[in-house]
């Protein structure tokens, strides 16, 4: 519960969304499929579409792979979104 909690305080789950659909749109950008992409990325086409819908979190290993196979800084692929890395005002313990 406890992460959960700091989930939607960092706004984590916002970001995941918006990761998974600025993924979908490199992925489209260069004419790939969810298999070709996910084939190459050695990831399976399930978990590459639970990215792109925003309900996984990625390793950093995984971001990277995907990176790579989209030929993208992560920078770029980052852009259109806001990553969150303000601490929440109150400790998780307070709840």
Same mark, same amino acid.
């Given at each position: *519960? %406890?992460?959960?909690? +700091?989930?939607?305080?960092?706004?984590? *789950?916002? *970001?995941?969304? @918006?990761? &998974?659909?600025?993924?979908?749109?490199?992925?489209?950008?260069?004419?790939? !499929?969810?298999? /070709?992409? %996910?084939?190459?990325? &050695?990831? !399976?086409?399930?978990?590459?579409?639970?990215? /792109?819908?925003?309900?996984?979190?990625? #390793?950093?290993?995984?971001?990277? +792979?995907?990176? &790579?196979?989209? @030929?993208?800084?992560? +920078?770029?692929?980052?852009?259109?979104? !806001?990553?969150? !890395?303000?601490?929440? #005002?109150? #400790?998780? @313990? /307070?709840?």
């Amino acid at each position: *519960m %406890a992460l959960r909690a +700091a989930m939607l305080r960092f706004g984590v *789950m916002d *970001m995941l969304k @918006d990761f &998974g659909a600025a993924l979908r749109r490199a992925r489209d950008d260069r004419g790939l !499929t969810q298999e /070709e992409l %996910a084939h190459r990325a &050695g990831i !399976t086409i399930g978990y590459l579409s639970q990215l /792109e819908n925003g309900r996984r979190n990625p #390793s950093l290993l995984v971001i990277a +792979a995907l990176c &790579g196979v989209l @030929d993208i800084e992560l +920078a770029d692929l980052a852009k259109g979104f !806001t990553i969150n !890395t303000k601490a929440p #005002s109150k #400790s998780l @313990d /307070e709840h």
